[in-house]
T-cell receptor, first 114, second 115 residues
Framework: EAGVAQSPRYKIIEKRQSVAFWCNPISGHATLYWYQQILGQGPKLLIQFQNNGVVDDSQLPKDRFSAERLKGVDSTLKIQPAKLEDSAVYLC????????????FGPGTRLLVL | AQSVTQLGSHVSVSEGALVLLRCNYSSSVPPYLFWYVQYPNQGLQLLLKYTSAATLVKGINGFEAEFKKSETSFHLTKPSAHMSDAAEYFCAVRASVSSASKIIFGSGTRLSIRP
Protein backbone atom coordinates (compact mmCIF):
# COMPACT_ATOMS: atom_id res chain seq x y z
CA GLU A 1 0.00 0.00 0.00
CA ALA A 2 1.46 3.34 -1.02
CA GLY A 3 1.87 5.89 1.75
CA VAL A 4 1.07 9.56 1.86
CA ALA A 5 2.95 11.39 -0.88
CA GLN A 6 4.09 15.00 -0.62
CA SER A 7 5.95 17.32 -2.95
CA PRO A 8 8.21 19.12 -3.11
CA ARG A 9 10.40 17.80 -0.30
CA TYR A 10 12.31 21.05 0.06
CA LYS A 11 11.59 24.63 -0.91
CA ILE A 12 13.52 27.85 -0.42
CA ILE A 13 11.80 31.16 -1.17
CA GLU A 14 12.17 34.80 -0.25
CA LYS A 15 9.69 36.56 1.98
CA ARG A 16 6.60 37.93 0.24
CA GLN A 17 6.82 35.21 -2.42
CA SER A 18 4.15 32.56 -2.77
CA VAL A 19 4.54 28.79 -2.47
CA ALA A 20 2.34 25.72 -2.84
CA PHE A 21 2.60 22.23 -1.43
CA TRP A 22 0.88 19.13 -2.73
CA CYS A 23 -0.34 16.05 -0.89
CA ASN A 24 -1.78 12.77 -2.13
CA PRO A 25 -3.26 10.72 0.73
CA ILE A 26 -3.51 6.98 1.03
CA SER A 27 -6.14 5.61 -1.35
CA GLY A 28 -9.55 5.43 0.27
CA HIS A 29 -8.74 7.77 3.15
CA ALA A 30 -11.52 10.29 3.54
CA THR A 31 -9.83 12.53 6.10
CA LEU A 32 -6.81 14.67 5.25
CA TYR A 33 -4.80 16.90 7.58
CA TRP A 34 -2.19 19.61 7.09
CA TYR A 35 0.18 20.28 9.97
CA GLN A 36 2.87 22.90 10.51
CA GLN A 37 5.92 21.75 12.47
CA ILE A 38 8.26 24.54 13.51
CA LEU A 39 11.76 23.48 14.52
CA GLY A 40 11.79 22.23 18.11
CA GLN A 41 8.01 21.97 18.37
CA GLY A 42 5.36 19.36 17.82
CA PRO A 43 3.10 19.46 14.78
CA LYS A 44 0.23 21.93 14.89
CA LEU A 45 -2.94 21.24 12.92
CA LEU A 46 -3.62 23.86 10.28
CA ILE A 47 -6.63 22.37 8.53
CA GLN A 48 -8.61 19.13 8.43
CA PHE A 49 -10.71 17.95 5.48
CA GLN A 50 -13.42 15.31 5.43
CA ASN A 51 -13.66 14.35 1.76
CA ASN A 52 -13.72 17.79 0.08
CA GLY A 53 -15.23 19.66 3.03
CA VAL A 54 -13.37 21.56 5.76
CA VAL A 55 -13.88 20.16 9.27
CA ASP A 56 -11.48 22.42 11.18
CA ASP A 57 -9.43 25.38 10.00
CA SER A 58 -9.40 27.30 13.27
CA GLN A 59 -5.59 27.55 13.36
CA LEU A 60 -5.07 28.37 9.70
CA PRO A 61 -3.82 31.97 9.18
CA LYS A 62 -6.44 32.70 6.58
CA ASP A 63 -4.96 36.04 5.56
CA ARG A 64 -2.04 34.23 3.92
CA PHE A 65 -2.73 30.48 3.98
CA SER A 66 -5.27 28.64 1.86
CA ALA A 67 -5.94 24.98 1.20
CA GLU A 68 -8.22 23.02 -1.04
CA ARG A 69 -9.21 19.44 -1.72
CA LEU A 70 -11.51 19.90 -4.66
CA LYS A 71 -12.15 16.29 -5.62
CA GLY A 72 -11.82 14.82 -2.16
CA VAL A 73 -8.51 13.14 -2.96
CA ASP A 74 -5.31 15.15 -3.25
CA SER A 75 -4.86 18.53 -1.65
CA THR A 76 -2.88 21.73 -2.07
CA LEU A 77 -1.73 24.11 0.66
CA LYS A 78 -0.69 27.61 -0.42
CA ILE A 79 1.06 30.45 1.34
CA GLN A 80 0.81 33.93 -0.17
CA PRO A 81 2.73 36.02 0.76
CA ALA A 82 5.23 34.08 2.85
CA LYS A 83 6.78 35.46 6.02
CA LEU A 84 10.01 34.51 7.74
CA GLU A 85 8.06 32.81 10.54
CA ASP A 86 6.49 30.42 8.02
CA SER A 87 9.78 28.51 7.87
CA ALA A 88 8.79 25.04 9.02
CA VAL A 89 8.06 21.51 7.90
CA TYR A 90 4.58 21.10 6.47
CA LEU A 91 3.23 17.64 7.10
CA CYS A 92 0.27 16.03 5.41
CA UNK A 93 -1.53 13.13 7.04
CA UNK A 94 -4.57 11.03 6.24
CA UNK A 95 -6.87 8.64 8.02
CA UNK A 96 -9.63 6.30 6.87
CA UNK A 97 -12.19 8.47 8.60
CA UNK A 98 -12.16 11.10 11.30
CA UNK A 99 -13.35 8.47 13.76
CA UNK A 100 -10.20 6.46 13.21
CA UNK A 101 -7.45 7.69 15.47
CA UNK A 102 -4.53 6.43 13.41
CA UNK A 103 -3.18 9.11 11.12
CA UNK A 104 -0.59 8.23 8.49
CA PHE A 105 1.95 10.95 7.81
CA GLY A 106 3.82 11.87 4.69
CA PRO A 107 7.54 12.79 4.74
CA GLY A 108 6.78 16.51 4.82
CA THR A 109 7.89 19.57 2.88
CA ARG A 110 10.66 21.59 4.49
CA LEU A 111 10.16 25.30 3.76
CA LEU A 112 12.80 27.95 4.34
CA VAL A 113 11.78 31.59 3.92
CA LEU A 114 14.69 34.00 3.54
CA ALA B 1 -9.32 21.64 26.36
CA GLN B 2 -6.50 19.15 26.01
CA SER B 3 -2.74 19.55 26.32
CA VAL B 4 0.37 17.45 26.83
CA THR B 5 3.68 18.21 28.49
CA GLN B 6 6.77 16.21 27.65
CA LEU B 7 9.40 16.41 30.37
CA GLY B 8 12.87 16.68 28.91
CA SER B 9 13.53 17.87 25.40
CA HIS B 10 16.52 15.55 25.12
CA VAL B 11 17.15 12.16 26.71
CA SER B 12 20.36 10.17 26.27
CA VAL B 13 20.74 6.52 27.30
CA SER B 14 23.28 3.81 26.69
CA GLU B 15 22.57 0.98 24.30
CA GLY B 16 20.84 -1.79 26.26
CA ALA B 17 19.63 0.55 29.01
CA LEU B 18 16.04 1.33 29.96
CA VAL B 19 14.31 4.03 27.94
CA LEU B 20 11.84 6.25 29.81
CA LEU B 21 10.20 9.21 28.08
CA ARG B 22 7.80 11.19 30.21
CA CYS B 23 4.44 12.61 29.20
CA ASN B 24 1.76 14.26 31.31
CA TYR B 25 -1.58 15.26 29.90
CA SER B 26 -4.41 17.58 30.74
CA SER B 27 -7.91 16.85 29.56
CA SER B 28 -11.38 17.89 30.66
CA VAL B 29 -12.83 14.65 29.25
CA PRO B 30 -11.49 11.08 29.05
CA PRO B 31 -8.58 11.26 26.66
CA TYR B 32 -7.20 9.20 23.87
CA LEU B 33 -3.39 9.23 24.11
CA PHE B 34 -0.73 8.51 21.53
CA TRP B 35 3.00 8.21 21.09
CA TYR B 36 4.48 8.96 17.69
CA VAL B 37 8.09 8.58 16.52
CA GLN B 38 9.78 10.74 13.91
CA TYR B 39 13.03 9.68 12.27
CA PRO B 40 15.18 12.33 10.57
CA ASN B 41 13.61 13.78 7.42
CA GLN B 42 10.56 11.55 7.77
CA GLY B 43 6.97 11.96 8.81
CA LEU B 44 5.52 10.73 12.09
CA GLN B 45 4.77 7.08 12.69
CA LEU B 46 2.33 5.82 15.32
CA LEU B 47 4.07 3.78 18.05
CA LEU B 48 1.04 3.04 20.22
CA LYS B 49 -2.27 4.46 21.38
CA TYR B 50 -4.53 4.33 24.42
CA THR B 51 -8.26 4.42 23.74
CA SER B 52 -9.75 3.51 27.13
CA ALA B 53 -9.21 -0.24 26.97
CA ALA B 54 -6.22 -1.76 28.78
CA THR B 55 -4.14 0.77 30.70
CA LEU B 56 -0.87 -0.89 29.66
CA VAL B 57 -0.48 -0.46 25.94
CA LYS B 58 2.07 -2.32 23.87
CA GLY B 59 3.32 -0.83 20.66
CA ILE B 60 5.77 -1.50 17.90
CA ASN B 61 9.53 -1.95 18.27
CA GLY B 62 9.23 -3.16 21.87
CA PHE B 63 7.80 0.07 23.28
CA GLU B 64 4.97 0.23 25.78
CA ALA B 65 3.18 2.92 27.77
CA GLU B 66 0.98 2.89 30.84
CA PHE B 67 -2.02 5.16 31.31
CA LYS B 68 -2.18 6.40 34.92
CA LYS B 69 -5.25 8.50 35.48
CA SER B 70 -4.30 9.42 39.08
CA GLU B 71 -1.01 10.86 37.85
CA THR B 72 -2.32 12.12 34.50
CA SER B 73 0.65 10.43 32.90
CA PHE B 74 1.35 8.29 29.86
CA HIS B 75 5.08 7.57 30.00
CA LEU B 76 6.77 5.60 27.23
CA THR B 77 9.22 2.83 28.12
CA LYS B 78 11.40 0.23 26.47
CA PRO B 79 13.44 -2.25 28.54
CA SER B 80 16.55 -2.23 26.36
CA ALA B 81 17.51 0.60 24.02
CA HIS B 82 18.80 -0.09 20.53
CA MET B 83 20.78 2.27 18.33
CA SER B 84 17.89 2.33 15.87
CA ASP B 85 15.66 3.88 18.54
CA ALA B 86 17.41 7.24 18.14
CA ALA B 87 14.67 9.61 16.97
CA GLU B 88 12.24 12.29 18.08
CA TYR B 89 9.25 11.10 20.10
CA PHE B 90 5.96 12.94 20.42
CA CYS B 91 3.20 12.39 22.93
CA ALA B 92 -0.27 13.48 21.81
CA VAL B 93 -3.80 13.72 23.22
CA ARG B 94 -7.27 13.86 21.77
CA ALA B 95 -10.65 14.15 23.40
CA SER B 96 -12.45 10.82 23.20
CA VAL B 97 -15.97 12.15 23.17
CA SER B 98 -15.82 14.01 19.89
CA SER B 99 -14.59 12.48 16.68
CA ALA B 100 -14.09 15.98 15.35
CA SER B 101 -11.62 16.98 18.05
CA LYS B 102 -8.07 17.51 16.94
CA ILE B 103 -4.93 15.74 18.14
CA ILE B 104 -2.68 17.99 20.23
CA PHE B 105 1.02 17.15 20.12
CA GLY B 106 3.65 17.78 22.76
CA SER B 107 6.89 19.55 21.92
CA GLY B 108 8.81 16.31 21.54
CA THR B 109 11.72 14.50 23.19
CA ARG B 110 14.84 13.71 21.24
CA LEU B 111 16.23 10.30 22.20
CA SER B 112 19.94 9.68 21.72
CA ILE B 113 21.56 6.28 22.18
CA ARG B 114 25.19 6.02 23.33
CA PRO B 115 27.16 3.01 22.09
Amino acid sequence: EAGVAQSPRYKIIEKRQSVAFWCNPISGHATLYWYQQILGQGPKLLIQFQNNGVVDDSQLPKDRFSAERLKGVDSTLKIQPAKLEDSAVYLCASSFSRDRETQYFGPGTRLLVL
Amino acid sequence: AQSVTQLGSHVSVSEGALVLLRCNYSSSVPPYLFWYVQYPNQGLQLLLKYTSAATLVKGINGFEAEFKKSETSFHLTKPSAHMSDAAEYFCAVRASVSSASKIIFGSGTRLSIRP
